[in-house]
T-cell receptor, first 114, second 110 residues
Framework: DTGVSQDPRHKITKRGQNVTFRCDPISEHNRLYWYRQTLGQGPEFLTYFQNEAQLEKSRLLSDRFSAERPKGSFSTLEIQRTEQGDSAMYLC????????????FGPGTRLLVL | GQQVMQIPQYQHVQEGEDFTTYCNSSTTLSNIQWYKQRPGGHPVFLIQLVKSGEVKKQKRLTFQFGEAKKNSSLHITATQTTDVGTYFCAGPGNTDKLIFGTGTRLQVFP
């Protein structure tokens, strides 16, 4: 499968715990994006990387959130001290990085914070 | 900040009827993209429009980009049950992130 993959697909955690999600983009894609989607809403941008450099972070990304892409390939998104409001689908997308480039989405990680 | 709105929010149609969703941006867009998300699924890219007034067709789907590049529409002719899902338009923000519309959820009754 040459698409974007995400792991895990589902995560249930208790409030206050830390969680980490992984995204593997399409192999030749330089850009990697993280979005968050809550029920009935469109995806909201969180952050994106050009290779290993994190170029932009949304104001939605509080201090409890951190994302990395250490080798310019896969990326991780960590949420510390989870809150019930963090419950959402976390989507990863990648693109080649050219102008006006299409973004291809992974299946997402659905997080439920109890 | 930049906003992208879609109407209607929901649309229920009988199989065979037509469907249209409209997308409006608060700012001029360099391009508009359309995605479909099936229930429980993730957004899947459908098409990208770049030119002012551009019209593109994919089988029963017709996409249009407004002359002012601030609005767009998706029209489905003779809907089928496989068309069920939420249709999102998305435009680039001031950087490369996508600003998604609010989505139109389509339900098709057989």
């Amino acid at each position: 499968d040459t698409g974007v993959s995400q792991d895990p697909r589902h995560k249930i955690t208790k409030r206050g715990q830390n969680v980490t999600f992984r995204c593997d983009p399409i192999s030749e894609h330089n850009r990697l994006y993280w979005y968050r989607q809550t029920l009935g809403q469109g995806p909201e941008f969180l952050t994106y990387f050009q290779n290993e450099a994190q170029l932009e972070k949304s104001r939605l990304l509080s201090d409890r959130f951190s994302a990395e892409r250490p080798k310019g390939s896969f990326s991780t998104l960590e949420i510390q001290r989870t809150e019930q409001g963090d419950s959402a689908m976390y989507l990863c997308a990648s693109s080649r990085g050219a102008d006006l480039e299409t973004q291809y989405f992974g299946p997402g990680t659905r997080l439920l914070v109890l | 900040g930049q906003q992208v709105m879609q109407i209607p929010q929901y649309q229920h149609v009988q199989e065979g009827e037509d469907f249209t969703t409209y997308c409006n941006s608060s700012t001029t867009l360099s391009n508009i993209q359309w995605y479909k998300q099936r229930p429980g699924g993730h957004p899947v890219f459908l098409i990208q429009l770049v030119k002012s007034g551009e019209v593109k067709k994919q089988k029963r789907l017709t996409f249009q980009f407004g002359e002012a590049k601030k609005n767009s529409s998706l029209h489905i002719t003779a809907t089928q049950t496989t068309d069920v899902g939420t249709y999102f338009c998305a435009g680039p923000g001031n950087t490369d992130k996508l600003i998604f519309g609010t989505g139109t959820r389509l339900q098709v009754f057989p």
